[in-house]
């Protein structure tokens, strides 16, 4: 509902029905409705469970909240993700932090637009694969290259390729490989790196397209982000501000729900992996998902790992003018106790 | 008769006046001179102002600017719907550094070189169709297949055969400009005069010199209606090939600005760009061809 007459109009009806609900002494209702998305990758494992559980109905009411329906849609590359929720058209999404922290920053002070943290949703290593056998480090890319990754500027891959590419020139040359990124979705991409037939001769990819591609033998790999960054939190999951604050128990149910699902995903790799392949529909043998999830540097935790690293580069880049004082200010305030970073 | 009626008031009436001659005083009336009406009053100083033309549309193009400011403040989301003053900071902030400029730029030469490709084939195909019936058929064969055919729509084939990069765009840019130039151009040829053209092969003109001599300048208004439609399908096409398949950052043109500062979340640039398009086209529209159209046909006489 982009029309702002409507949101304004809605906002009467808002002001209208809180003001009946005061009169009648009732409780504001909560949404029984919630639209959700998340991406491609195994980074969103949590929240696939989520869907294919339906862990979110259940503890939506065992917090008493009753029948909560829940719409999914696949969403991937943080500037389509930042449309969606901008626009009204999404209420909770797991993206990649600087995607985040990019609309964070944007919309901070703009009350209808604010968007918050619910927590951290993954980590898992990144890698930069080339079908160029001439390419063994960032410093082999030429302008004939072209490296593909799901958003251009905000998206993880974008922004994590801006901070090795600043460890590795330097750190006023963190743009440099910026001409050569290409916005292409993660799918498309391995296609067209596989083929070799497209001018796309890099991909900078997370788990599980990261392996597919290393399956071919003409692929190599050219540098992953745990090298550079360590396990620094890559995906986290959002919402409005004013959805939070206006659904506080449904806030509470969804992330007692992903605290299910990452419990879920450690006790019980194979379901785990079962469940990625049902959903993501991606075709991996259920082994080599499991081998994937079996990584050390595969986390899903929801307490952040090194948010303020994206804060503090996106900072010195010039891609962000608001910065968060601390960690715990991008997320909704129960992680004001927790020991993130 | 209970109440007097008229026709008995007039009657007491006639019997008073019968005992006296009628007597009526002559009117004479004087044709009044009224004084002169005006033939010509200087005109206010309003209505002075409100004939000039462009005068009337400034003062619109202020309303609405103005509007949108009161409307951007009121909405005060500069994520969804920056001001017009934020939008101007952004333009003049860009144009200043020189980003904008630089982008136009590349997408201006990108621009060209497909619009004189796409010209300079459609004079080909056009002096090839008028020289017999097959080449007419021929060229209206195809443009009516290809006219209706969008160029974007051709985008993703072109990024197979040419690859991401300009080759592409060229590409469409030339598909969009050249049938609607061939269009226009054929029958603008066709309209010529039998007499001009049996005078121009008089003089022995023959194929090319012939169209050079004759048909080009007897058909230019036409060629010039074509030019434009030709420009202004060019002009749209490349950005929106530049913003749809934002591919690759290495053409960066106008369309791409307008992509990444999207994907930056930039609003206040992506109006900034969106403004700057519009300049172009307006700049293009009216001094460019405006400046062609009177050098030549108005010049000589074709067009009022």
Redesign the interface.
Same mark, same amino acid.
Do not use: H, T
């Given at each position: 509902m982009k029309c702002s007459a409507r949101k304004t109009v809605s906002g009467l009806l808002v002001a209208a029905t809180l003001a009946l609900a005061s009169l009648s002494g009732n409780a504001m209702a909560e949404a029984t409705t919630v639209r959700l998305s998340h991406g491609y990758g195994i980074l969103y494992l949590p929240l696939m469970v989520i869907r294919d559980q339906h862990l979110l109905e259940k503890q939506a009411k065992k917090i008493g909240l009753g029948e909560v329906t829940t719409t999914w849609t696949i969403l991937d590359g943080g500037n389509v993700i930042n449309d969606a929720m901008l626009s009204g058209n999404l209420d909770i999404a797991g993206t990649g932090a600087p995607g985040f922290i990019t609309l964070w920053s944007k919309a901070h002070g703009i009350p209808r637009s604010e968007v918050i943290g619910l927590g951290a949703l993954s980590t898992s290593p990144l890698w930069l694969n080339t079908n160029n056998p001439n390419i063994k480090s960032l410093k082999d890319f030429t302008s004939k290259d072209k490296i593909a990754i799901p958003g251009i500027k905000t998206s993880l891959s974008a922004v994590v390729l801006q901070m090795a590419a600043a460890k590795t020139f330097g750190a006023a040359s963190y743009a440099k490989l910026d001409p050569l990124t290409v916005s292409l979705g993660h799918p498309e991409a391995v296609g067209a790196l596989m083929s070799g037939k497209t001018e796309i001769t890099a991909h900078f990819t997370s788990p599980p397209f990261s392996y597919q591609e290393l399956k071919n033998p003409k692929i190599s790999r050219v540098m992953s982000s745990s090298e550079v960054l360590g396990d620094i939190t890559l995906d986290v999951v959002f919402g409005l501000k004013q959805f939070t604050d206006k659904n506080p128990k449904l806030t509470q149910a969804f992330m007692a729900a992903q605290e299910e699902a990452n419990a879920y995903i450690a006790r019980d790799k194979k379901g785990a992996a079962e469940t990625f392949l049902r959903v993501s529909k991606i075709k991996l043998t259920q082994a080599e998902v499991e081998t994937m999830l079996a990584d050390p540097d595969t986390l899903f935790s929801t307490t952040p790992n090194g948010v303020m690293q994206y804060v503090q580069f996106m900072g010195l880049a010039g891609t962000i003018k608001t910065q968060p004082a601390k960690w715990s200010d991008l997320f909704v305030a129960d992680f004001a106790t927790r020991k993130g970073s | 008769m209970t109440t007097p009626t008229p026709t008995s008031a007039t009657s007491a009436a006639s019997a008073t006046s019968s005992a006296l001659p009628v007597f009526r005083p002559e009117i004479l009336l004087q044709p009044q001179q009224g004084e002169m009406a005006q033939v010509q009053r200087p005109l206010s100083t309003f209505d002075n102002l409100y004939q000039k033309s462009w005068l009337r549309k400034l003062v619109i193009l202020l309303a609405l600017a103005l509007l949108w400011e009161i409307y951007g403040r009121w +909405?005060?989301?500069?994520? +969804? #719907?920056p001001s017009f003053s934020q939008t101007l900071a952004a333009f003049f902030t860009d144009i200043g550094n020189g980003i904008l400029l630089q982008r136009a730029a590349v997408s201006m030469q990108t621009l060209l070189i497909g619009y004189s490709m796409g010209i300079v084939l459609a004079t080909l195909l056009t002096t090839f169709a008028i020289g017999s019936k097959i080449g007419t058929d021929f060229l209206e064969t195809l443009t009516s297949m290809f006219n209706p055919l969008p160029a974007i729509a051709l985008l993703p084939l072109a990024l197979i055969w040419f &690859? +991401? =990069?300009t080759g592409s765009i060229i590409f469409v840019l030339v598909h969009s400009v050249l049938w609607a130039v061939a269009l226009n151009m054929h029958s603008g040829f066709r309209a010529v005069s039998q007499t001009m053209r049996m005078v121009g092969q008089n003089y022995g003109l023959k194929g090319f010199t012939l169209v050079r001599l004759i048909l080009i300048p007897a058909a230019f208004p036409s060629i010039l209606t074509g030019l434009k439609v030709g420009w202004a399908f060019a002009w749209r096409t490349l950005i929106a090939a530049e913003l749809v398949f =934002?591919?690759?950052? &290495?053409t &960066?043109g106008l369309g791409w600005y307008i #992509?990444?500062n999207?994907?930056? +979340?930039e609003t206040p640039n992506v109006f900034a760009g969106l403004l700057f398009v519009i300049l172009i086209g307006l700049f293009v529209e009216n001094i460019v061809f405006a400046a062609i159209e009177n050098r030549t046909i108005h010049r000589w006489g074709m067009q009022n």
């Open positions: - | +909405l005060d989301n500069p994520l +969804l #719907f &690859g +991401l =990069g =934002g591919v690759s950052s &290495g &960066g #992509f990444e999207r994907n930056q +979340l």
